[in-house]
């Protein structure tokens, strides 16, 4: 299976096949040779090139996160099949997209105000919960056009943050 995967703002390829049981992930061309095991759901447990790291997937209302070890990365995953991958590619994501709260925190810092231009991934505003710090990232390339929660105020999880058009 082909991937398009998108890790912080970057995209990149992935092809994941199963050979003679094991698993074979080729990265941008790289191939790699990871043991990979699920010790519980939406938890992987991998030894690729003599280290060992257990990957987290979170569901958010925003997407998916990545945890792994204290490192915290928002994923897209994309198969370049599917029509919502293409209309994307297309841009026909256009208009206004809200960024919205994928957990209950505070507003600690406000990295675009309204007017800044962003890229698609860059960071737009920062929420603290259970004392960990998590950028939320614009969906697309635009403009802040307004924000929504201001720096101190408390969300709940699925509140509006920012508006990106």
């Known amino acids: 299976m082909i991937y398009e995967v998108v ?12 050979r003679e049981g094991k698993t074979v992930v080729t ?5 790699l040779l990871p043991d990979v ?9 991998v030894v690729l090139e003599g280290r060992s790291f257990e990957v987290k997937r979170q569901i958010t209302p925003t997407g ?6 204290e490192a915290v990365f928002d994923v897209e995953v994309r198969d370049p099949r599917s029509f ?18 994928p ?18 991934g860059q960071g737009v505003i920062v929420i603290e919960a259970m004392k960990m710090q998590n950028e939320m990232k614009s969906p697309k390339q635009g403009r802040v056009q307004k924000i929504l929660a201001p720096e101190g105020a408390a969300v709940n999880a699925g509140d509006g943050l920012a508006i990106v058009e």
């Open 37 to 45: 095991a699920r010790p519980e759901p939406e938890v992987h447990s």
């Open 84 to 101: 919502r991958a293409r209309k994307r590619k297309a841009g026909l994501d256009a208009g206004p997209q809200k960024i919205t709260s």
């Open 64 to 69: 998916t996160r990545l945890v792994i070890g």
């Open 7 to 18: 890790l912080d703002g970057v995209t990149r390829r992935v092809e994941i096949l199963e």
């Open 103 to 120: 957990m209950p925190g505070k507003v600690v810092r406000v990295l675009a105000p309204e007017g800044t231009d962003v890229e698609a």
């Open 27 to 31: 990265l941008d061309g790289k191939q």
